[in-house]
């Protein structure tokens, strides 16, 4: 019996790449044939240290990660990151960190921050009700920061940023948890990167974090060893048990990204077409469909939307589900529809789900 087609639209954990899982599955029982599971290797062996180089290989040739760079791979979620990057760079420095507030995520890293030190929020999207990421010229800005953090896909929103905020010599750290690896972008203007897995790289339990070297310099003395960048970096991910199986997930979504796609471009380019098609349902749809995020930041990865009434979105979440259409319902502190429609989305789950929104609108509009 064939199983009926599915698509996962869910933000995180999200679907990953059919040809990853199916590598995983092939290798399960006894990874490249030495009995053992990926899950069992000791994280000393050979197999982890090829496992973590390959991975790291991906990201670095993906992104063209310049030589002064770091690759780590941590555990605690991006959550944790929000408080790693202030404990690291922000307490004792007696200088603000200035903090981007785009939406649910950016609150977030800001209320950790906040924690650990004095924080400046140099725009806020709230009063709009964070519809779209700020102009260069609405940021202020201080020279003297610490370091500026933004992020640069507000997942739950829908509102990405296309360029990087300019902030000369004050590093610039990016929560990119939502679109990792979705497009090419210059690693070079960036601090710090980090990005819990589960979104676009793989199962949650491991967060990438691309950091240049010269900020492992700052890192203070007495930090927990587990929360120190430098020791992170100087123990090349290894200080304690990483989650192996969670790292080689990401080295099989990476080398797809990387062998079957063809590069961050290549991916882009798919990511743009799956978005435009839905963005171009609810454009085309006489307001019946309405988009959460002004045009020009409209996210390429989270597609956020509403329909004239709850009871209709109720409906349309309830109709999806039937054909196979799973996980669009909105989170629950914005309300309405959302598509998560990172790197693993076909472009045909975009097509179909077009389709349905055309019929479900003939229907009820
Ligand atoms: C999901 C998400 C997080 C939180 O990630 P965890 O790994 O669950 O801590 C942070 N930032 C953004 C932008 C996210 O999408």
Not at 121 to 136: C, H, L, M, S, Y
Not at 290 to 297: D, I, S, T
Request: hydrophobic letters at 40%; proline letters at 5%.
């Amino acid at each position: 019996m064939s199983e009926k087609t599915i698509y996962n639209f869910c933000a995180g954990p999200a679907a990953l790449p059919k040809p990853a899982i199916e590598q995983a599955q092939k290798e399960l029982l006894s990874y490249k044939g030495i009995g053992m599971s990926v899950m069992e290797i000791s994280h000393r062996s050979k197999w982890a240290d090829e496992i973590i180089g390959e991975a790291e290989d991906n990201i670095r040739t993906l992104l063209n990660v310049p030589d002064n760079y770091h690759v780590l791979f941590l555990q605690g979620g991006a959550s944790l990151q929000f408080s790693m990057i202030p404990m690291n760079f922000l307490q004792g420095t007696g200088k603000p960190a200035d903090y981007i507030h785009t939406g649910s995520w950016a609150n977030k890293a800001i209320a950790e921050a906040k924690k650990e030190g004095e924080v400046s929020i140099v725009w806020n999207g709230k009063d709009e009700n964070f519809v779209r990421t700020p102009a260069q010229s609405e940021l202020k800005l201080d020279p003297n920061a610490a370091y500026v953090h933004f992020t640069s896909n507000e997942t739950i929103q829908g509102v990405e940023y296309f360029e990087e905020p300019e902030t000369g010599n004050v590093p610039l750290m990016c929560d990119a948890s939502s679109d990792f690896l979705s497009r090419p972008i210059p690693v070079e203007k960036y601090g710090l990167i980090y990005a819990g897995a589960q979104k676009n790289i793989g199962p949650a339990g491991v967060t990438a974090v691309i950091i240049r070297d010269d900020l492992l310099e700052r890192v203070p003395e007495g930090l927990p060893s587990l929360l120190d960048y430098k020791n992170m970096a100087d123990n090349k991910s290894l200080y304690n048990t990483p989650p192996m199986f969670a790292i080689y997930m990401v080295m099989l979504t990476t080398r797809w990204v990387r062998n079957d796609i063809g590069g961050l471009k290549a991916m882009e380019t798919v990511n743009r077409k799956k978005a435009d098609l839905l963005y171009e349902a609810i454009d085309n749809s006489n307001g019946f469909y309405r988009g959460h995020a002004k045009p020009e930041c409209r996210s390429r990865m989270n597609v956020t939307w509403r329909l004239p009434s709850e009871d209709l979105e109720k409906q349309f979440i309830a109709e999806a589900e039937q054909e196979g259409f799973l996980q669009l319902k909105g989170h629950r502190s914005v309300g309405g529809l959302r598509a998560s429609i990172y790197n693993a989305m076909p472009v045909e789950g975009c097509e179909a789900l077009r389709g349905f929104m055309a019929e479900f609108q003939k229907k009820n509009a």
